[in-house]
């Protein structure tokens, strides 16, 4: 068993050394990730120069890239063998409902779809000032990977795993939920640079909006893992006849 380890936040984040760590007596490891914090890179790859990928130490690469150049590269070509699964993490931040859309270490975890075994993406929901259990997040991500490998779920489906940040005889156990959403992002926030020109940084999420029971952000308010699975069918089955309709007119 071949683990490919990646995350958004770079090879020397600690929550990738927790996760490394952790999956070693489950399977052989890798980490291939990011030089630096690419957070927010969503499902982006680096086309217009060449990738340059480097060994910091025995198994663990970093690649200047975006988290889905690192593990593009490293199950088509940086390796003479293939990895089994992928397994994206510990982020430092939750990844819960629209955030999956912009988040790298969920973006990591998707590039691995076509690997044998089901992706993983884990994130310790992180707040200023909260506890920073990333052994929590890890512990959490071997439990569920080793439950992979004693019950194996369908090929190309991705858990996207948050952990409340508690230390881990605190969490209640898991959940298996669905996406709930936020409301608008707060404004991007204009500042001056030292000559007088504006810059802006993007605002923060927004707040829940829809965090009822069922959802992934419900879950770990209790306290509860959250596994959410997901898929990359985008196509809005519902709305295909009312836009084949609507398309008629334009048939003649
Ligand atoms: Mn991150």
């Known amino acids: 068993m071949k683990i490919l380890v990646s995350n958004d936040d770079g090879f020397r984040a600690e929550g990738i050394r927790r996760l490394k760590d952790a999956l070693t007596d489950l399977a052989a490891v890798t980490i291939v990730a990011p030089d630096r914090n690419r957070s927010g890179a969503s499902n982006s790859l680096t086309l217009d120069v060449p990738l340059r990928a480097f060994e910091a130490e025995p198994d663990v690469y970093f690649v200047v890239g975006t988290p889905t150049d690192c593990v593009h590269l490293a199950i088509s070509g940086l390796f003479d063998f293939e990895h089994d699964m992928v397994v994206s993490g510990v982020n430092d931040g939750a990844n ?12 990591a975890a998707i590039e691995g779809r076509f690997l044998g075994l089901p992706t993983v993406a884990v994130s310790l929901c992180t707040l200023p000032g909260s506890g920073r259990h ?51 992002s707060e404004p991007a926030i204009r500042a001056q640079d030292p ?15 829809d965090a009822g029971p069922g959802t992934d952000f419900h879950a770990v308010t209790e306290g509860f893992v959250s596994v959410t699975p997901l898929q990359i069918d985008l196509t809005r089955h519902t709305a295909l006849a009312a836009v084949g309709d609507w398309l008629g007119a334009l048939n003649g």
Request: cysteine-free; charged content about 25%.
């Open 134 to 184: 990333f052994a929590s997040g890890a512990a959490v991500a071997r439990e569920i990977v080793a439950r992979l490998l004693e019950k194996p779920l369908e090929r190309n489906l991705i858990l996207n795993v948050n952990v409340p940040d508690l230390p881990r005889e605190q969490l209640r156990g898991y959940r298996a939920t669905r996406l709930g959403y936020r409301h608008r």
């Open 96 to 107: 819960l409902g629209d955030d999956v859309l912009y988040s790298g270490t969920v973006a």
């Open 195 to 209: 000559r007088g020109r504006p810059v802006y940084w993007i605002g923060p999420a927004g707040p829940e909006q």
